[in-house]
């Protein structure tokens, strides 16, 4: 099955060379590696954690006017000119489809281990030092304000972060809105043991953070 690897890890480089920073091949890439960190010590089927993290940000719903269904279908299209097995296609395709976060209160519908591993390793991007570039990163590209004192009190159930359709009022609100729940939603005990360590950096980010800015 090397050549369907080799060949999508083509395809997916061609097809996001102009992707926003955070969203690009070395994402795709830092995704794949920890996907199959935590598919080897979960025991999950490796070859659909690999193509499963190689598409599954084909075409992010966040850069498609919010079409959840547009990354599933490019993964479809691919793989089946590519002659896979149907039932692997069809795996595949079901992790493309769910892995995308959809608000808080979005039943998450990811149900393959593979799919989990994946997840889980999509979400490890979201925390961390480099969870803390992306997220700024992807601030500054949708003209977020960085941060907005005067805007609604920060916390973690605060009733504007429970739809991912509304904007955060800043990039330091998203935190709370959502980086600082990801600990808590990795599927895997492999997944959940690499994130705490990034959880703590993002807490610590934040009390630096706010300590700069009271200054």
């Known amino acids: 099955m090397g050549d369907i690897i080799s060949a999508t890890e083509t395809f997916v480089k061609k ?31 490796l070859l659909i954690v690999e193509l499963g993290a190689l598409l599954h940000d084909i075409a ?16 479809r299209e691919w793989l089946e000119s590519q002659r896979l097995d ?15 976060f959809r608000g808080l209160r979005a039943e998450n ?20 030092a480099i969870g803390i570039a992306r997220t700024i990163i992807y601030g500054a590209t949708i003209g977020r304000a960085l941060y907005d004192p005067d805007g609604p009190v920060l916390s973690l159930d605060a009733p504007w972060h429970v739809d991912v359709h509304t904007p955060s009022p800043s990039t330091i609100h998203h935190f709370y809105e959502k980086i600082l729940h990801v600990k808590d939603w990795m599927h895997t005990p492999t997944g959940q043991a690499l994130a705490e360590e990034r959880h703590i950096f993002t807490q610590q980010y934040l009390n630096q953070f706010f300590k700069e800015w009271n200054q």
């Open 15 to 45: 097809t996001l060379v102009n992707a926003e920073a955070g969203h690009g091949w070395w994402h795709i890439h830092r995704v794949r590696h920890n996907a199959l960190r935590i598919a080897k010590a979960e025991g999950a089927n």
């Open 60 to 75: 992010d719903h966040k850069f498609h006017q919010g079409d959840h269904e547009r990354g599933s279908r490019v993964a």
């Open 86 to 100: 149907s039932a692997i296609v069809d795996t595949v395709c079901d992790v493309v489809f769910h892995v995308s």
């Open 109 to 128: 519908g990811m149900e393959s281990l593979e799919g989990k591993c994946v997840q889980d390793a999509d979400r490890l991007e979201g925390i961390g």
